[in-house]
């Protein structure tokens, strides 16, 4: 078991959620964007940062490379919680995404943010992570 | 671009048939999907439904309501006839430019869809008063010329800043008083529709965002922090006059440092979909939290895990998912 909390996340071209990642410092790895690329495998716990895709309907808005990851049996036994990306603008589809896979998988939805997140949102991430990790790799 | 001796000779410019199949950047058709997906008319909303509630409300509250619709129909019609077009001339790949032809027509709608929210609740002569009023009012057209004049100038950059501006920070000293309604439970299918343009903005605004900052990086450092200079100096000039026209309208009814709460707020969306830090800081972006409840109707769960608070260890309630990807 690490000290240190890791971080799984999924980004776009867009790179909204690799910035919020990025911002975080936390040991993290991105699950691959590329069609061709080898797929993820995780070794041990992690969160599950995901953007939200879509403007409201549950079918489309986890990104398909999430899905493929999560499918692997092996990566899901590692996930410990989620936290999701979106926009307040779509209303009760905010970080939908997280809430999906929160459910799929039996763990927490941790924290929601939007975009690539405020200073805010990076030190109350950093502090919960941290004080749930403790209590929960 | 332009010739000034010849104005009516176009550039002759090549144009090849688009193939969708071919994608030069994804992100094109993932907004394309996304904003097609999303289509929808006012005629789908039951606006009738409203006429109850549209009676309740004071003189002076119809007015500040047909004032502050009048004065996003005026922002829709710009994007939809000045600010989505001048964007396609620098389109990086041609699927982009038909995702700007779907802003061009959808900000038609928003615009048009005002006019069914007056036709069906208003009388016609307040109508009209309220027109005048927003080709008379100095800080609506203040706003108005702070744009049009980046989206007439030669510097793309700017045209698309000014663009996410309009998109993700202008429209929301309006979107305030129908969230403020539907709170207060009136007006409730008017909030439907708002919520409708609300959710195309925020894509109109993360896309044309995302395009900016494609081109900024290609940018020198110099050139980039000039960029960056006037993008900030053309906020705080937006937001200047958002203060005055805010306080034109909801000083009489008492929310103008609510509805300033969420222009913070907004501002900073704004940036951010320009790749911009947030601006303003915490203490000033509290938005009232029955406005945000207001944005996302039915929605029960407060999902602020850390700190304890509401009804925290939320396991996803159930959504139904109908991707075939899922395994298990």
Redesign the interface.
Known sequence: MSESPRVVYFS???G?TRRFVEKLGMPAERIPFEHDAPPLKVQSPYILIVPS??????????P?PV??F??D?HN?RFIRGVIAAG??????A???A???????C???????F???G???DVA??R???T??WQQHQ | MTDMQTPAAPQLKRIDAINWNRLQ???DL?VWN?LT??FWLPEKVPLSNDIQSWNTLTSEEQQLTIRVFTGLTLLDTIQSSVGAPSLMPDSRTPHEEAVYANITFMEAVHARSYSSIFSTLCATRDVDDAFRWSEENPTLQAKSALILERYYSEDPLMRKVASVFLESFLFYSGFFLPMYWSSHAKLTNTADLI?LI??D???HG?YIG?KF?LAYEEETPERQAEVKQYAFDLLMDLYDNEVKYTESLYDGVGLTEDVKKFLHYNA??AL??LGF??LFP?SV?DVDPTI?AA?????DEN?????GSGSS???????????D????
Do not use: C
């Open positions: 776009t071209k867009s909204n895709y879509g403007g409201g309907n549950a079918s489309g808005a986890v398909r899905i493929h999560l499918n049996e899901r926009n307040t603008n779509f209303g009760t905010y970080g939908i997280g809430r999906i896979v929160a459910e799929k039996d763990v927490p939805l941790l924290y929601r939007e975009l690539f405020t200073p805010q109350n991430v502090q919960g992570v004080s749930f | 950047d994804e992100k993932e996304r997906s999303n919520r609300i959710r903005e925020a894509v993360y995302y900052q900073n969306k951010m979909n830090e947030a915490d972006t945000m944005l996302a109707p039915n929605a999902h602020d895990f850390f700190s260890y939320v396991i996803g309630r159930a959504e139904a998912t109908e991707d990807d899922w395994a298990f």
